[in-house]
């Protein structure tokens, strides 16, 4: 097991932030790449247990939304079926892992802004996790800084 990890202060408020990545569905509105997502079983965007099927850059992947609580402004997603090393990066990609991520915002009185944290748990073998924390410690940051684009759309 091993977990990366990434921090960084938006420039809005907490609300604006939260108001965007509470519903588990809204993926294709702030990570570039999504181009789709669907929550099966006709489960709220933020009912705990709802499934969302999305496509990131061609490859559609199951997420269950594991734990979701607005007065904490908090989030946690696992991942339904292990997910494999892209064969692209690599060329001894290792084996596919199980994962876990969580989204943790807190506001900032000063400026009103808000700290985001996100960290992804990943449960492989010993043998692969620092390629897999390695990996994930280059995509959380592209990931958050999609989240801060689209806010700026939003306010633009």
């Known amino acids: 097991m091993t977990t990366a990890y990434y921090s960084t202060v938006l420039d809005y408020p907490l609300a604006t932030v939260w108001s965007l990545i509470r519903d588990f569905n809204n993926y294709p509105a702030y ?30 992947i199951r997420q ?16 339904i079926e292990p997910f494999p090393f892209p064969p692209d990066i690599l060329p001894d990609a290792p084996g ?12 900032i009185v000063e ?17 692969d996790a620092d390629r897999w924390r390695t990996l994930f410690q280059s995509w959380i940051p592209d990931w958050t800084h999609s989240l801060e684009r689209a806010l700026d759309r939003r306010a633009g």
């Open 31 to 60: 990570i570039d790449g999504v181009s789709e997502s669907v929550i099966e079983d006709d489960k709220g965007g933020d009912e705990v247990g709802a499934i969302r099927r999305f496509c990131y850059l061609g490859t559609w």
């Open 64 to 79: 269950r939304l594991a734990r979701h609580s607005d007065a904490q402004h908090t989030r946690t997603y696992a991942g």
């Open 96 to 107: 596919p892992t199980r994962y876990a991520g969580t989204m943790h915002l807190m506001r």
């Open 111 to 127: 400026g009103d802004r808000t700290f985001i944290e996100w960290d992804v748990a990943l449960d492989t073998a010993p043998d």
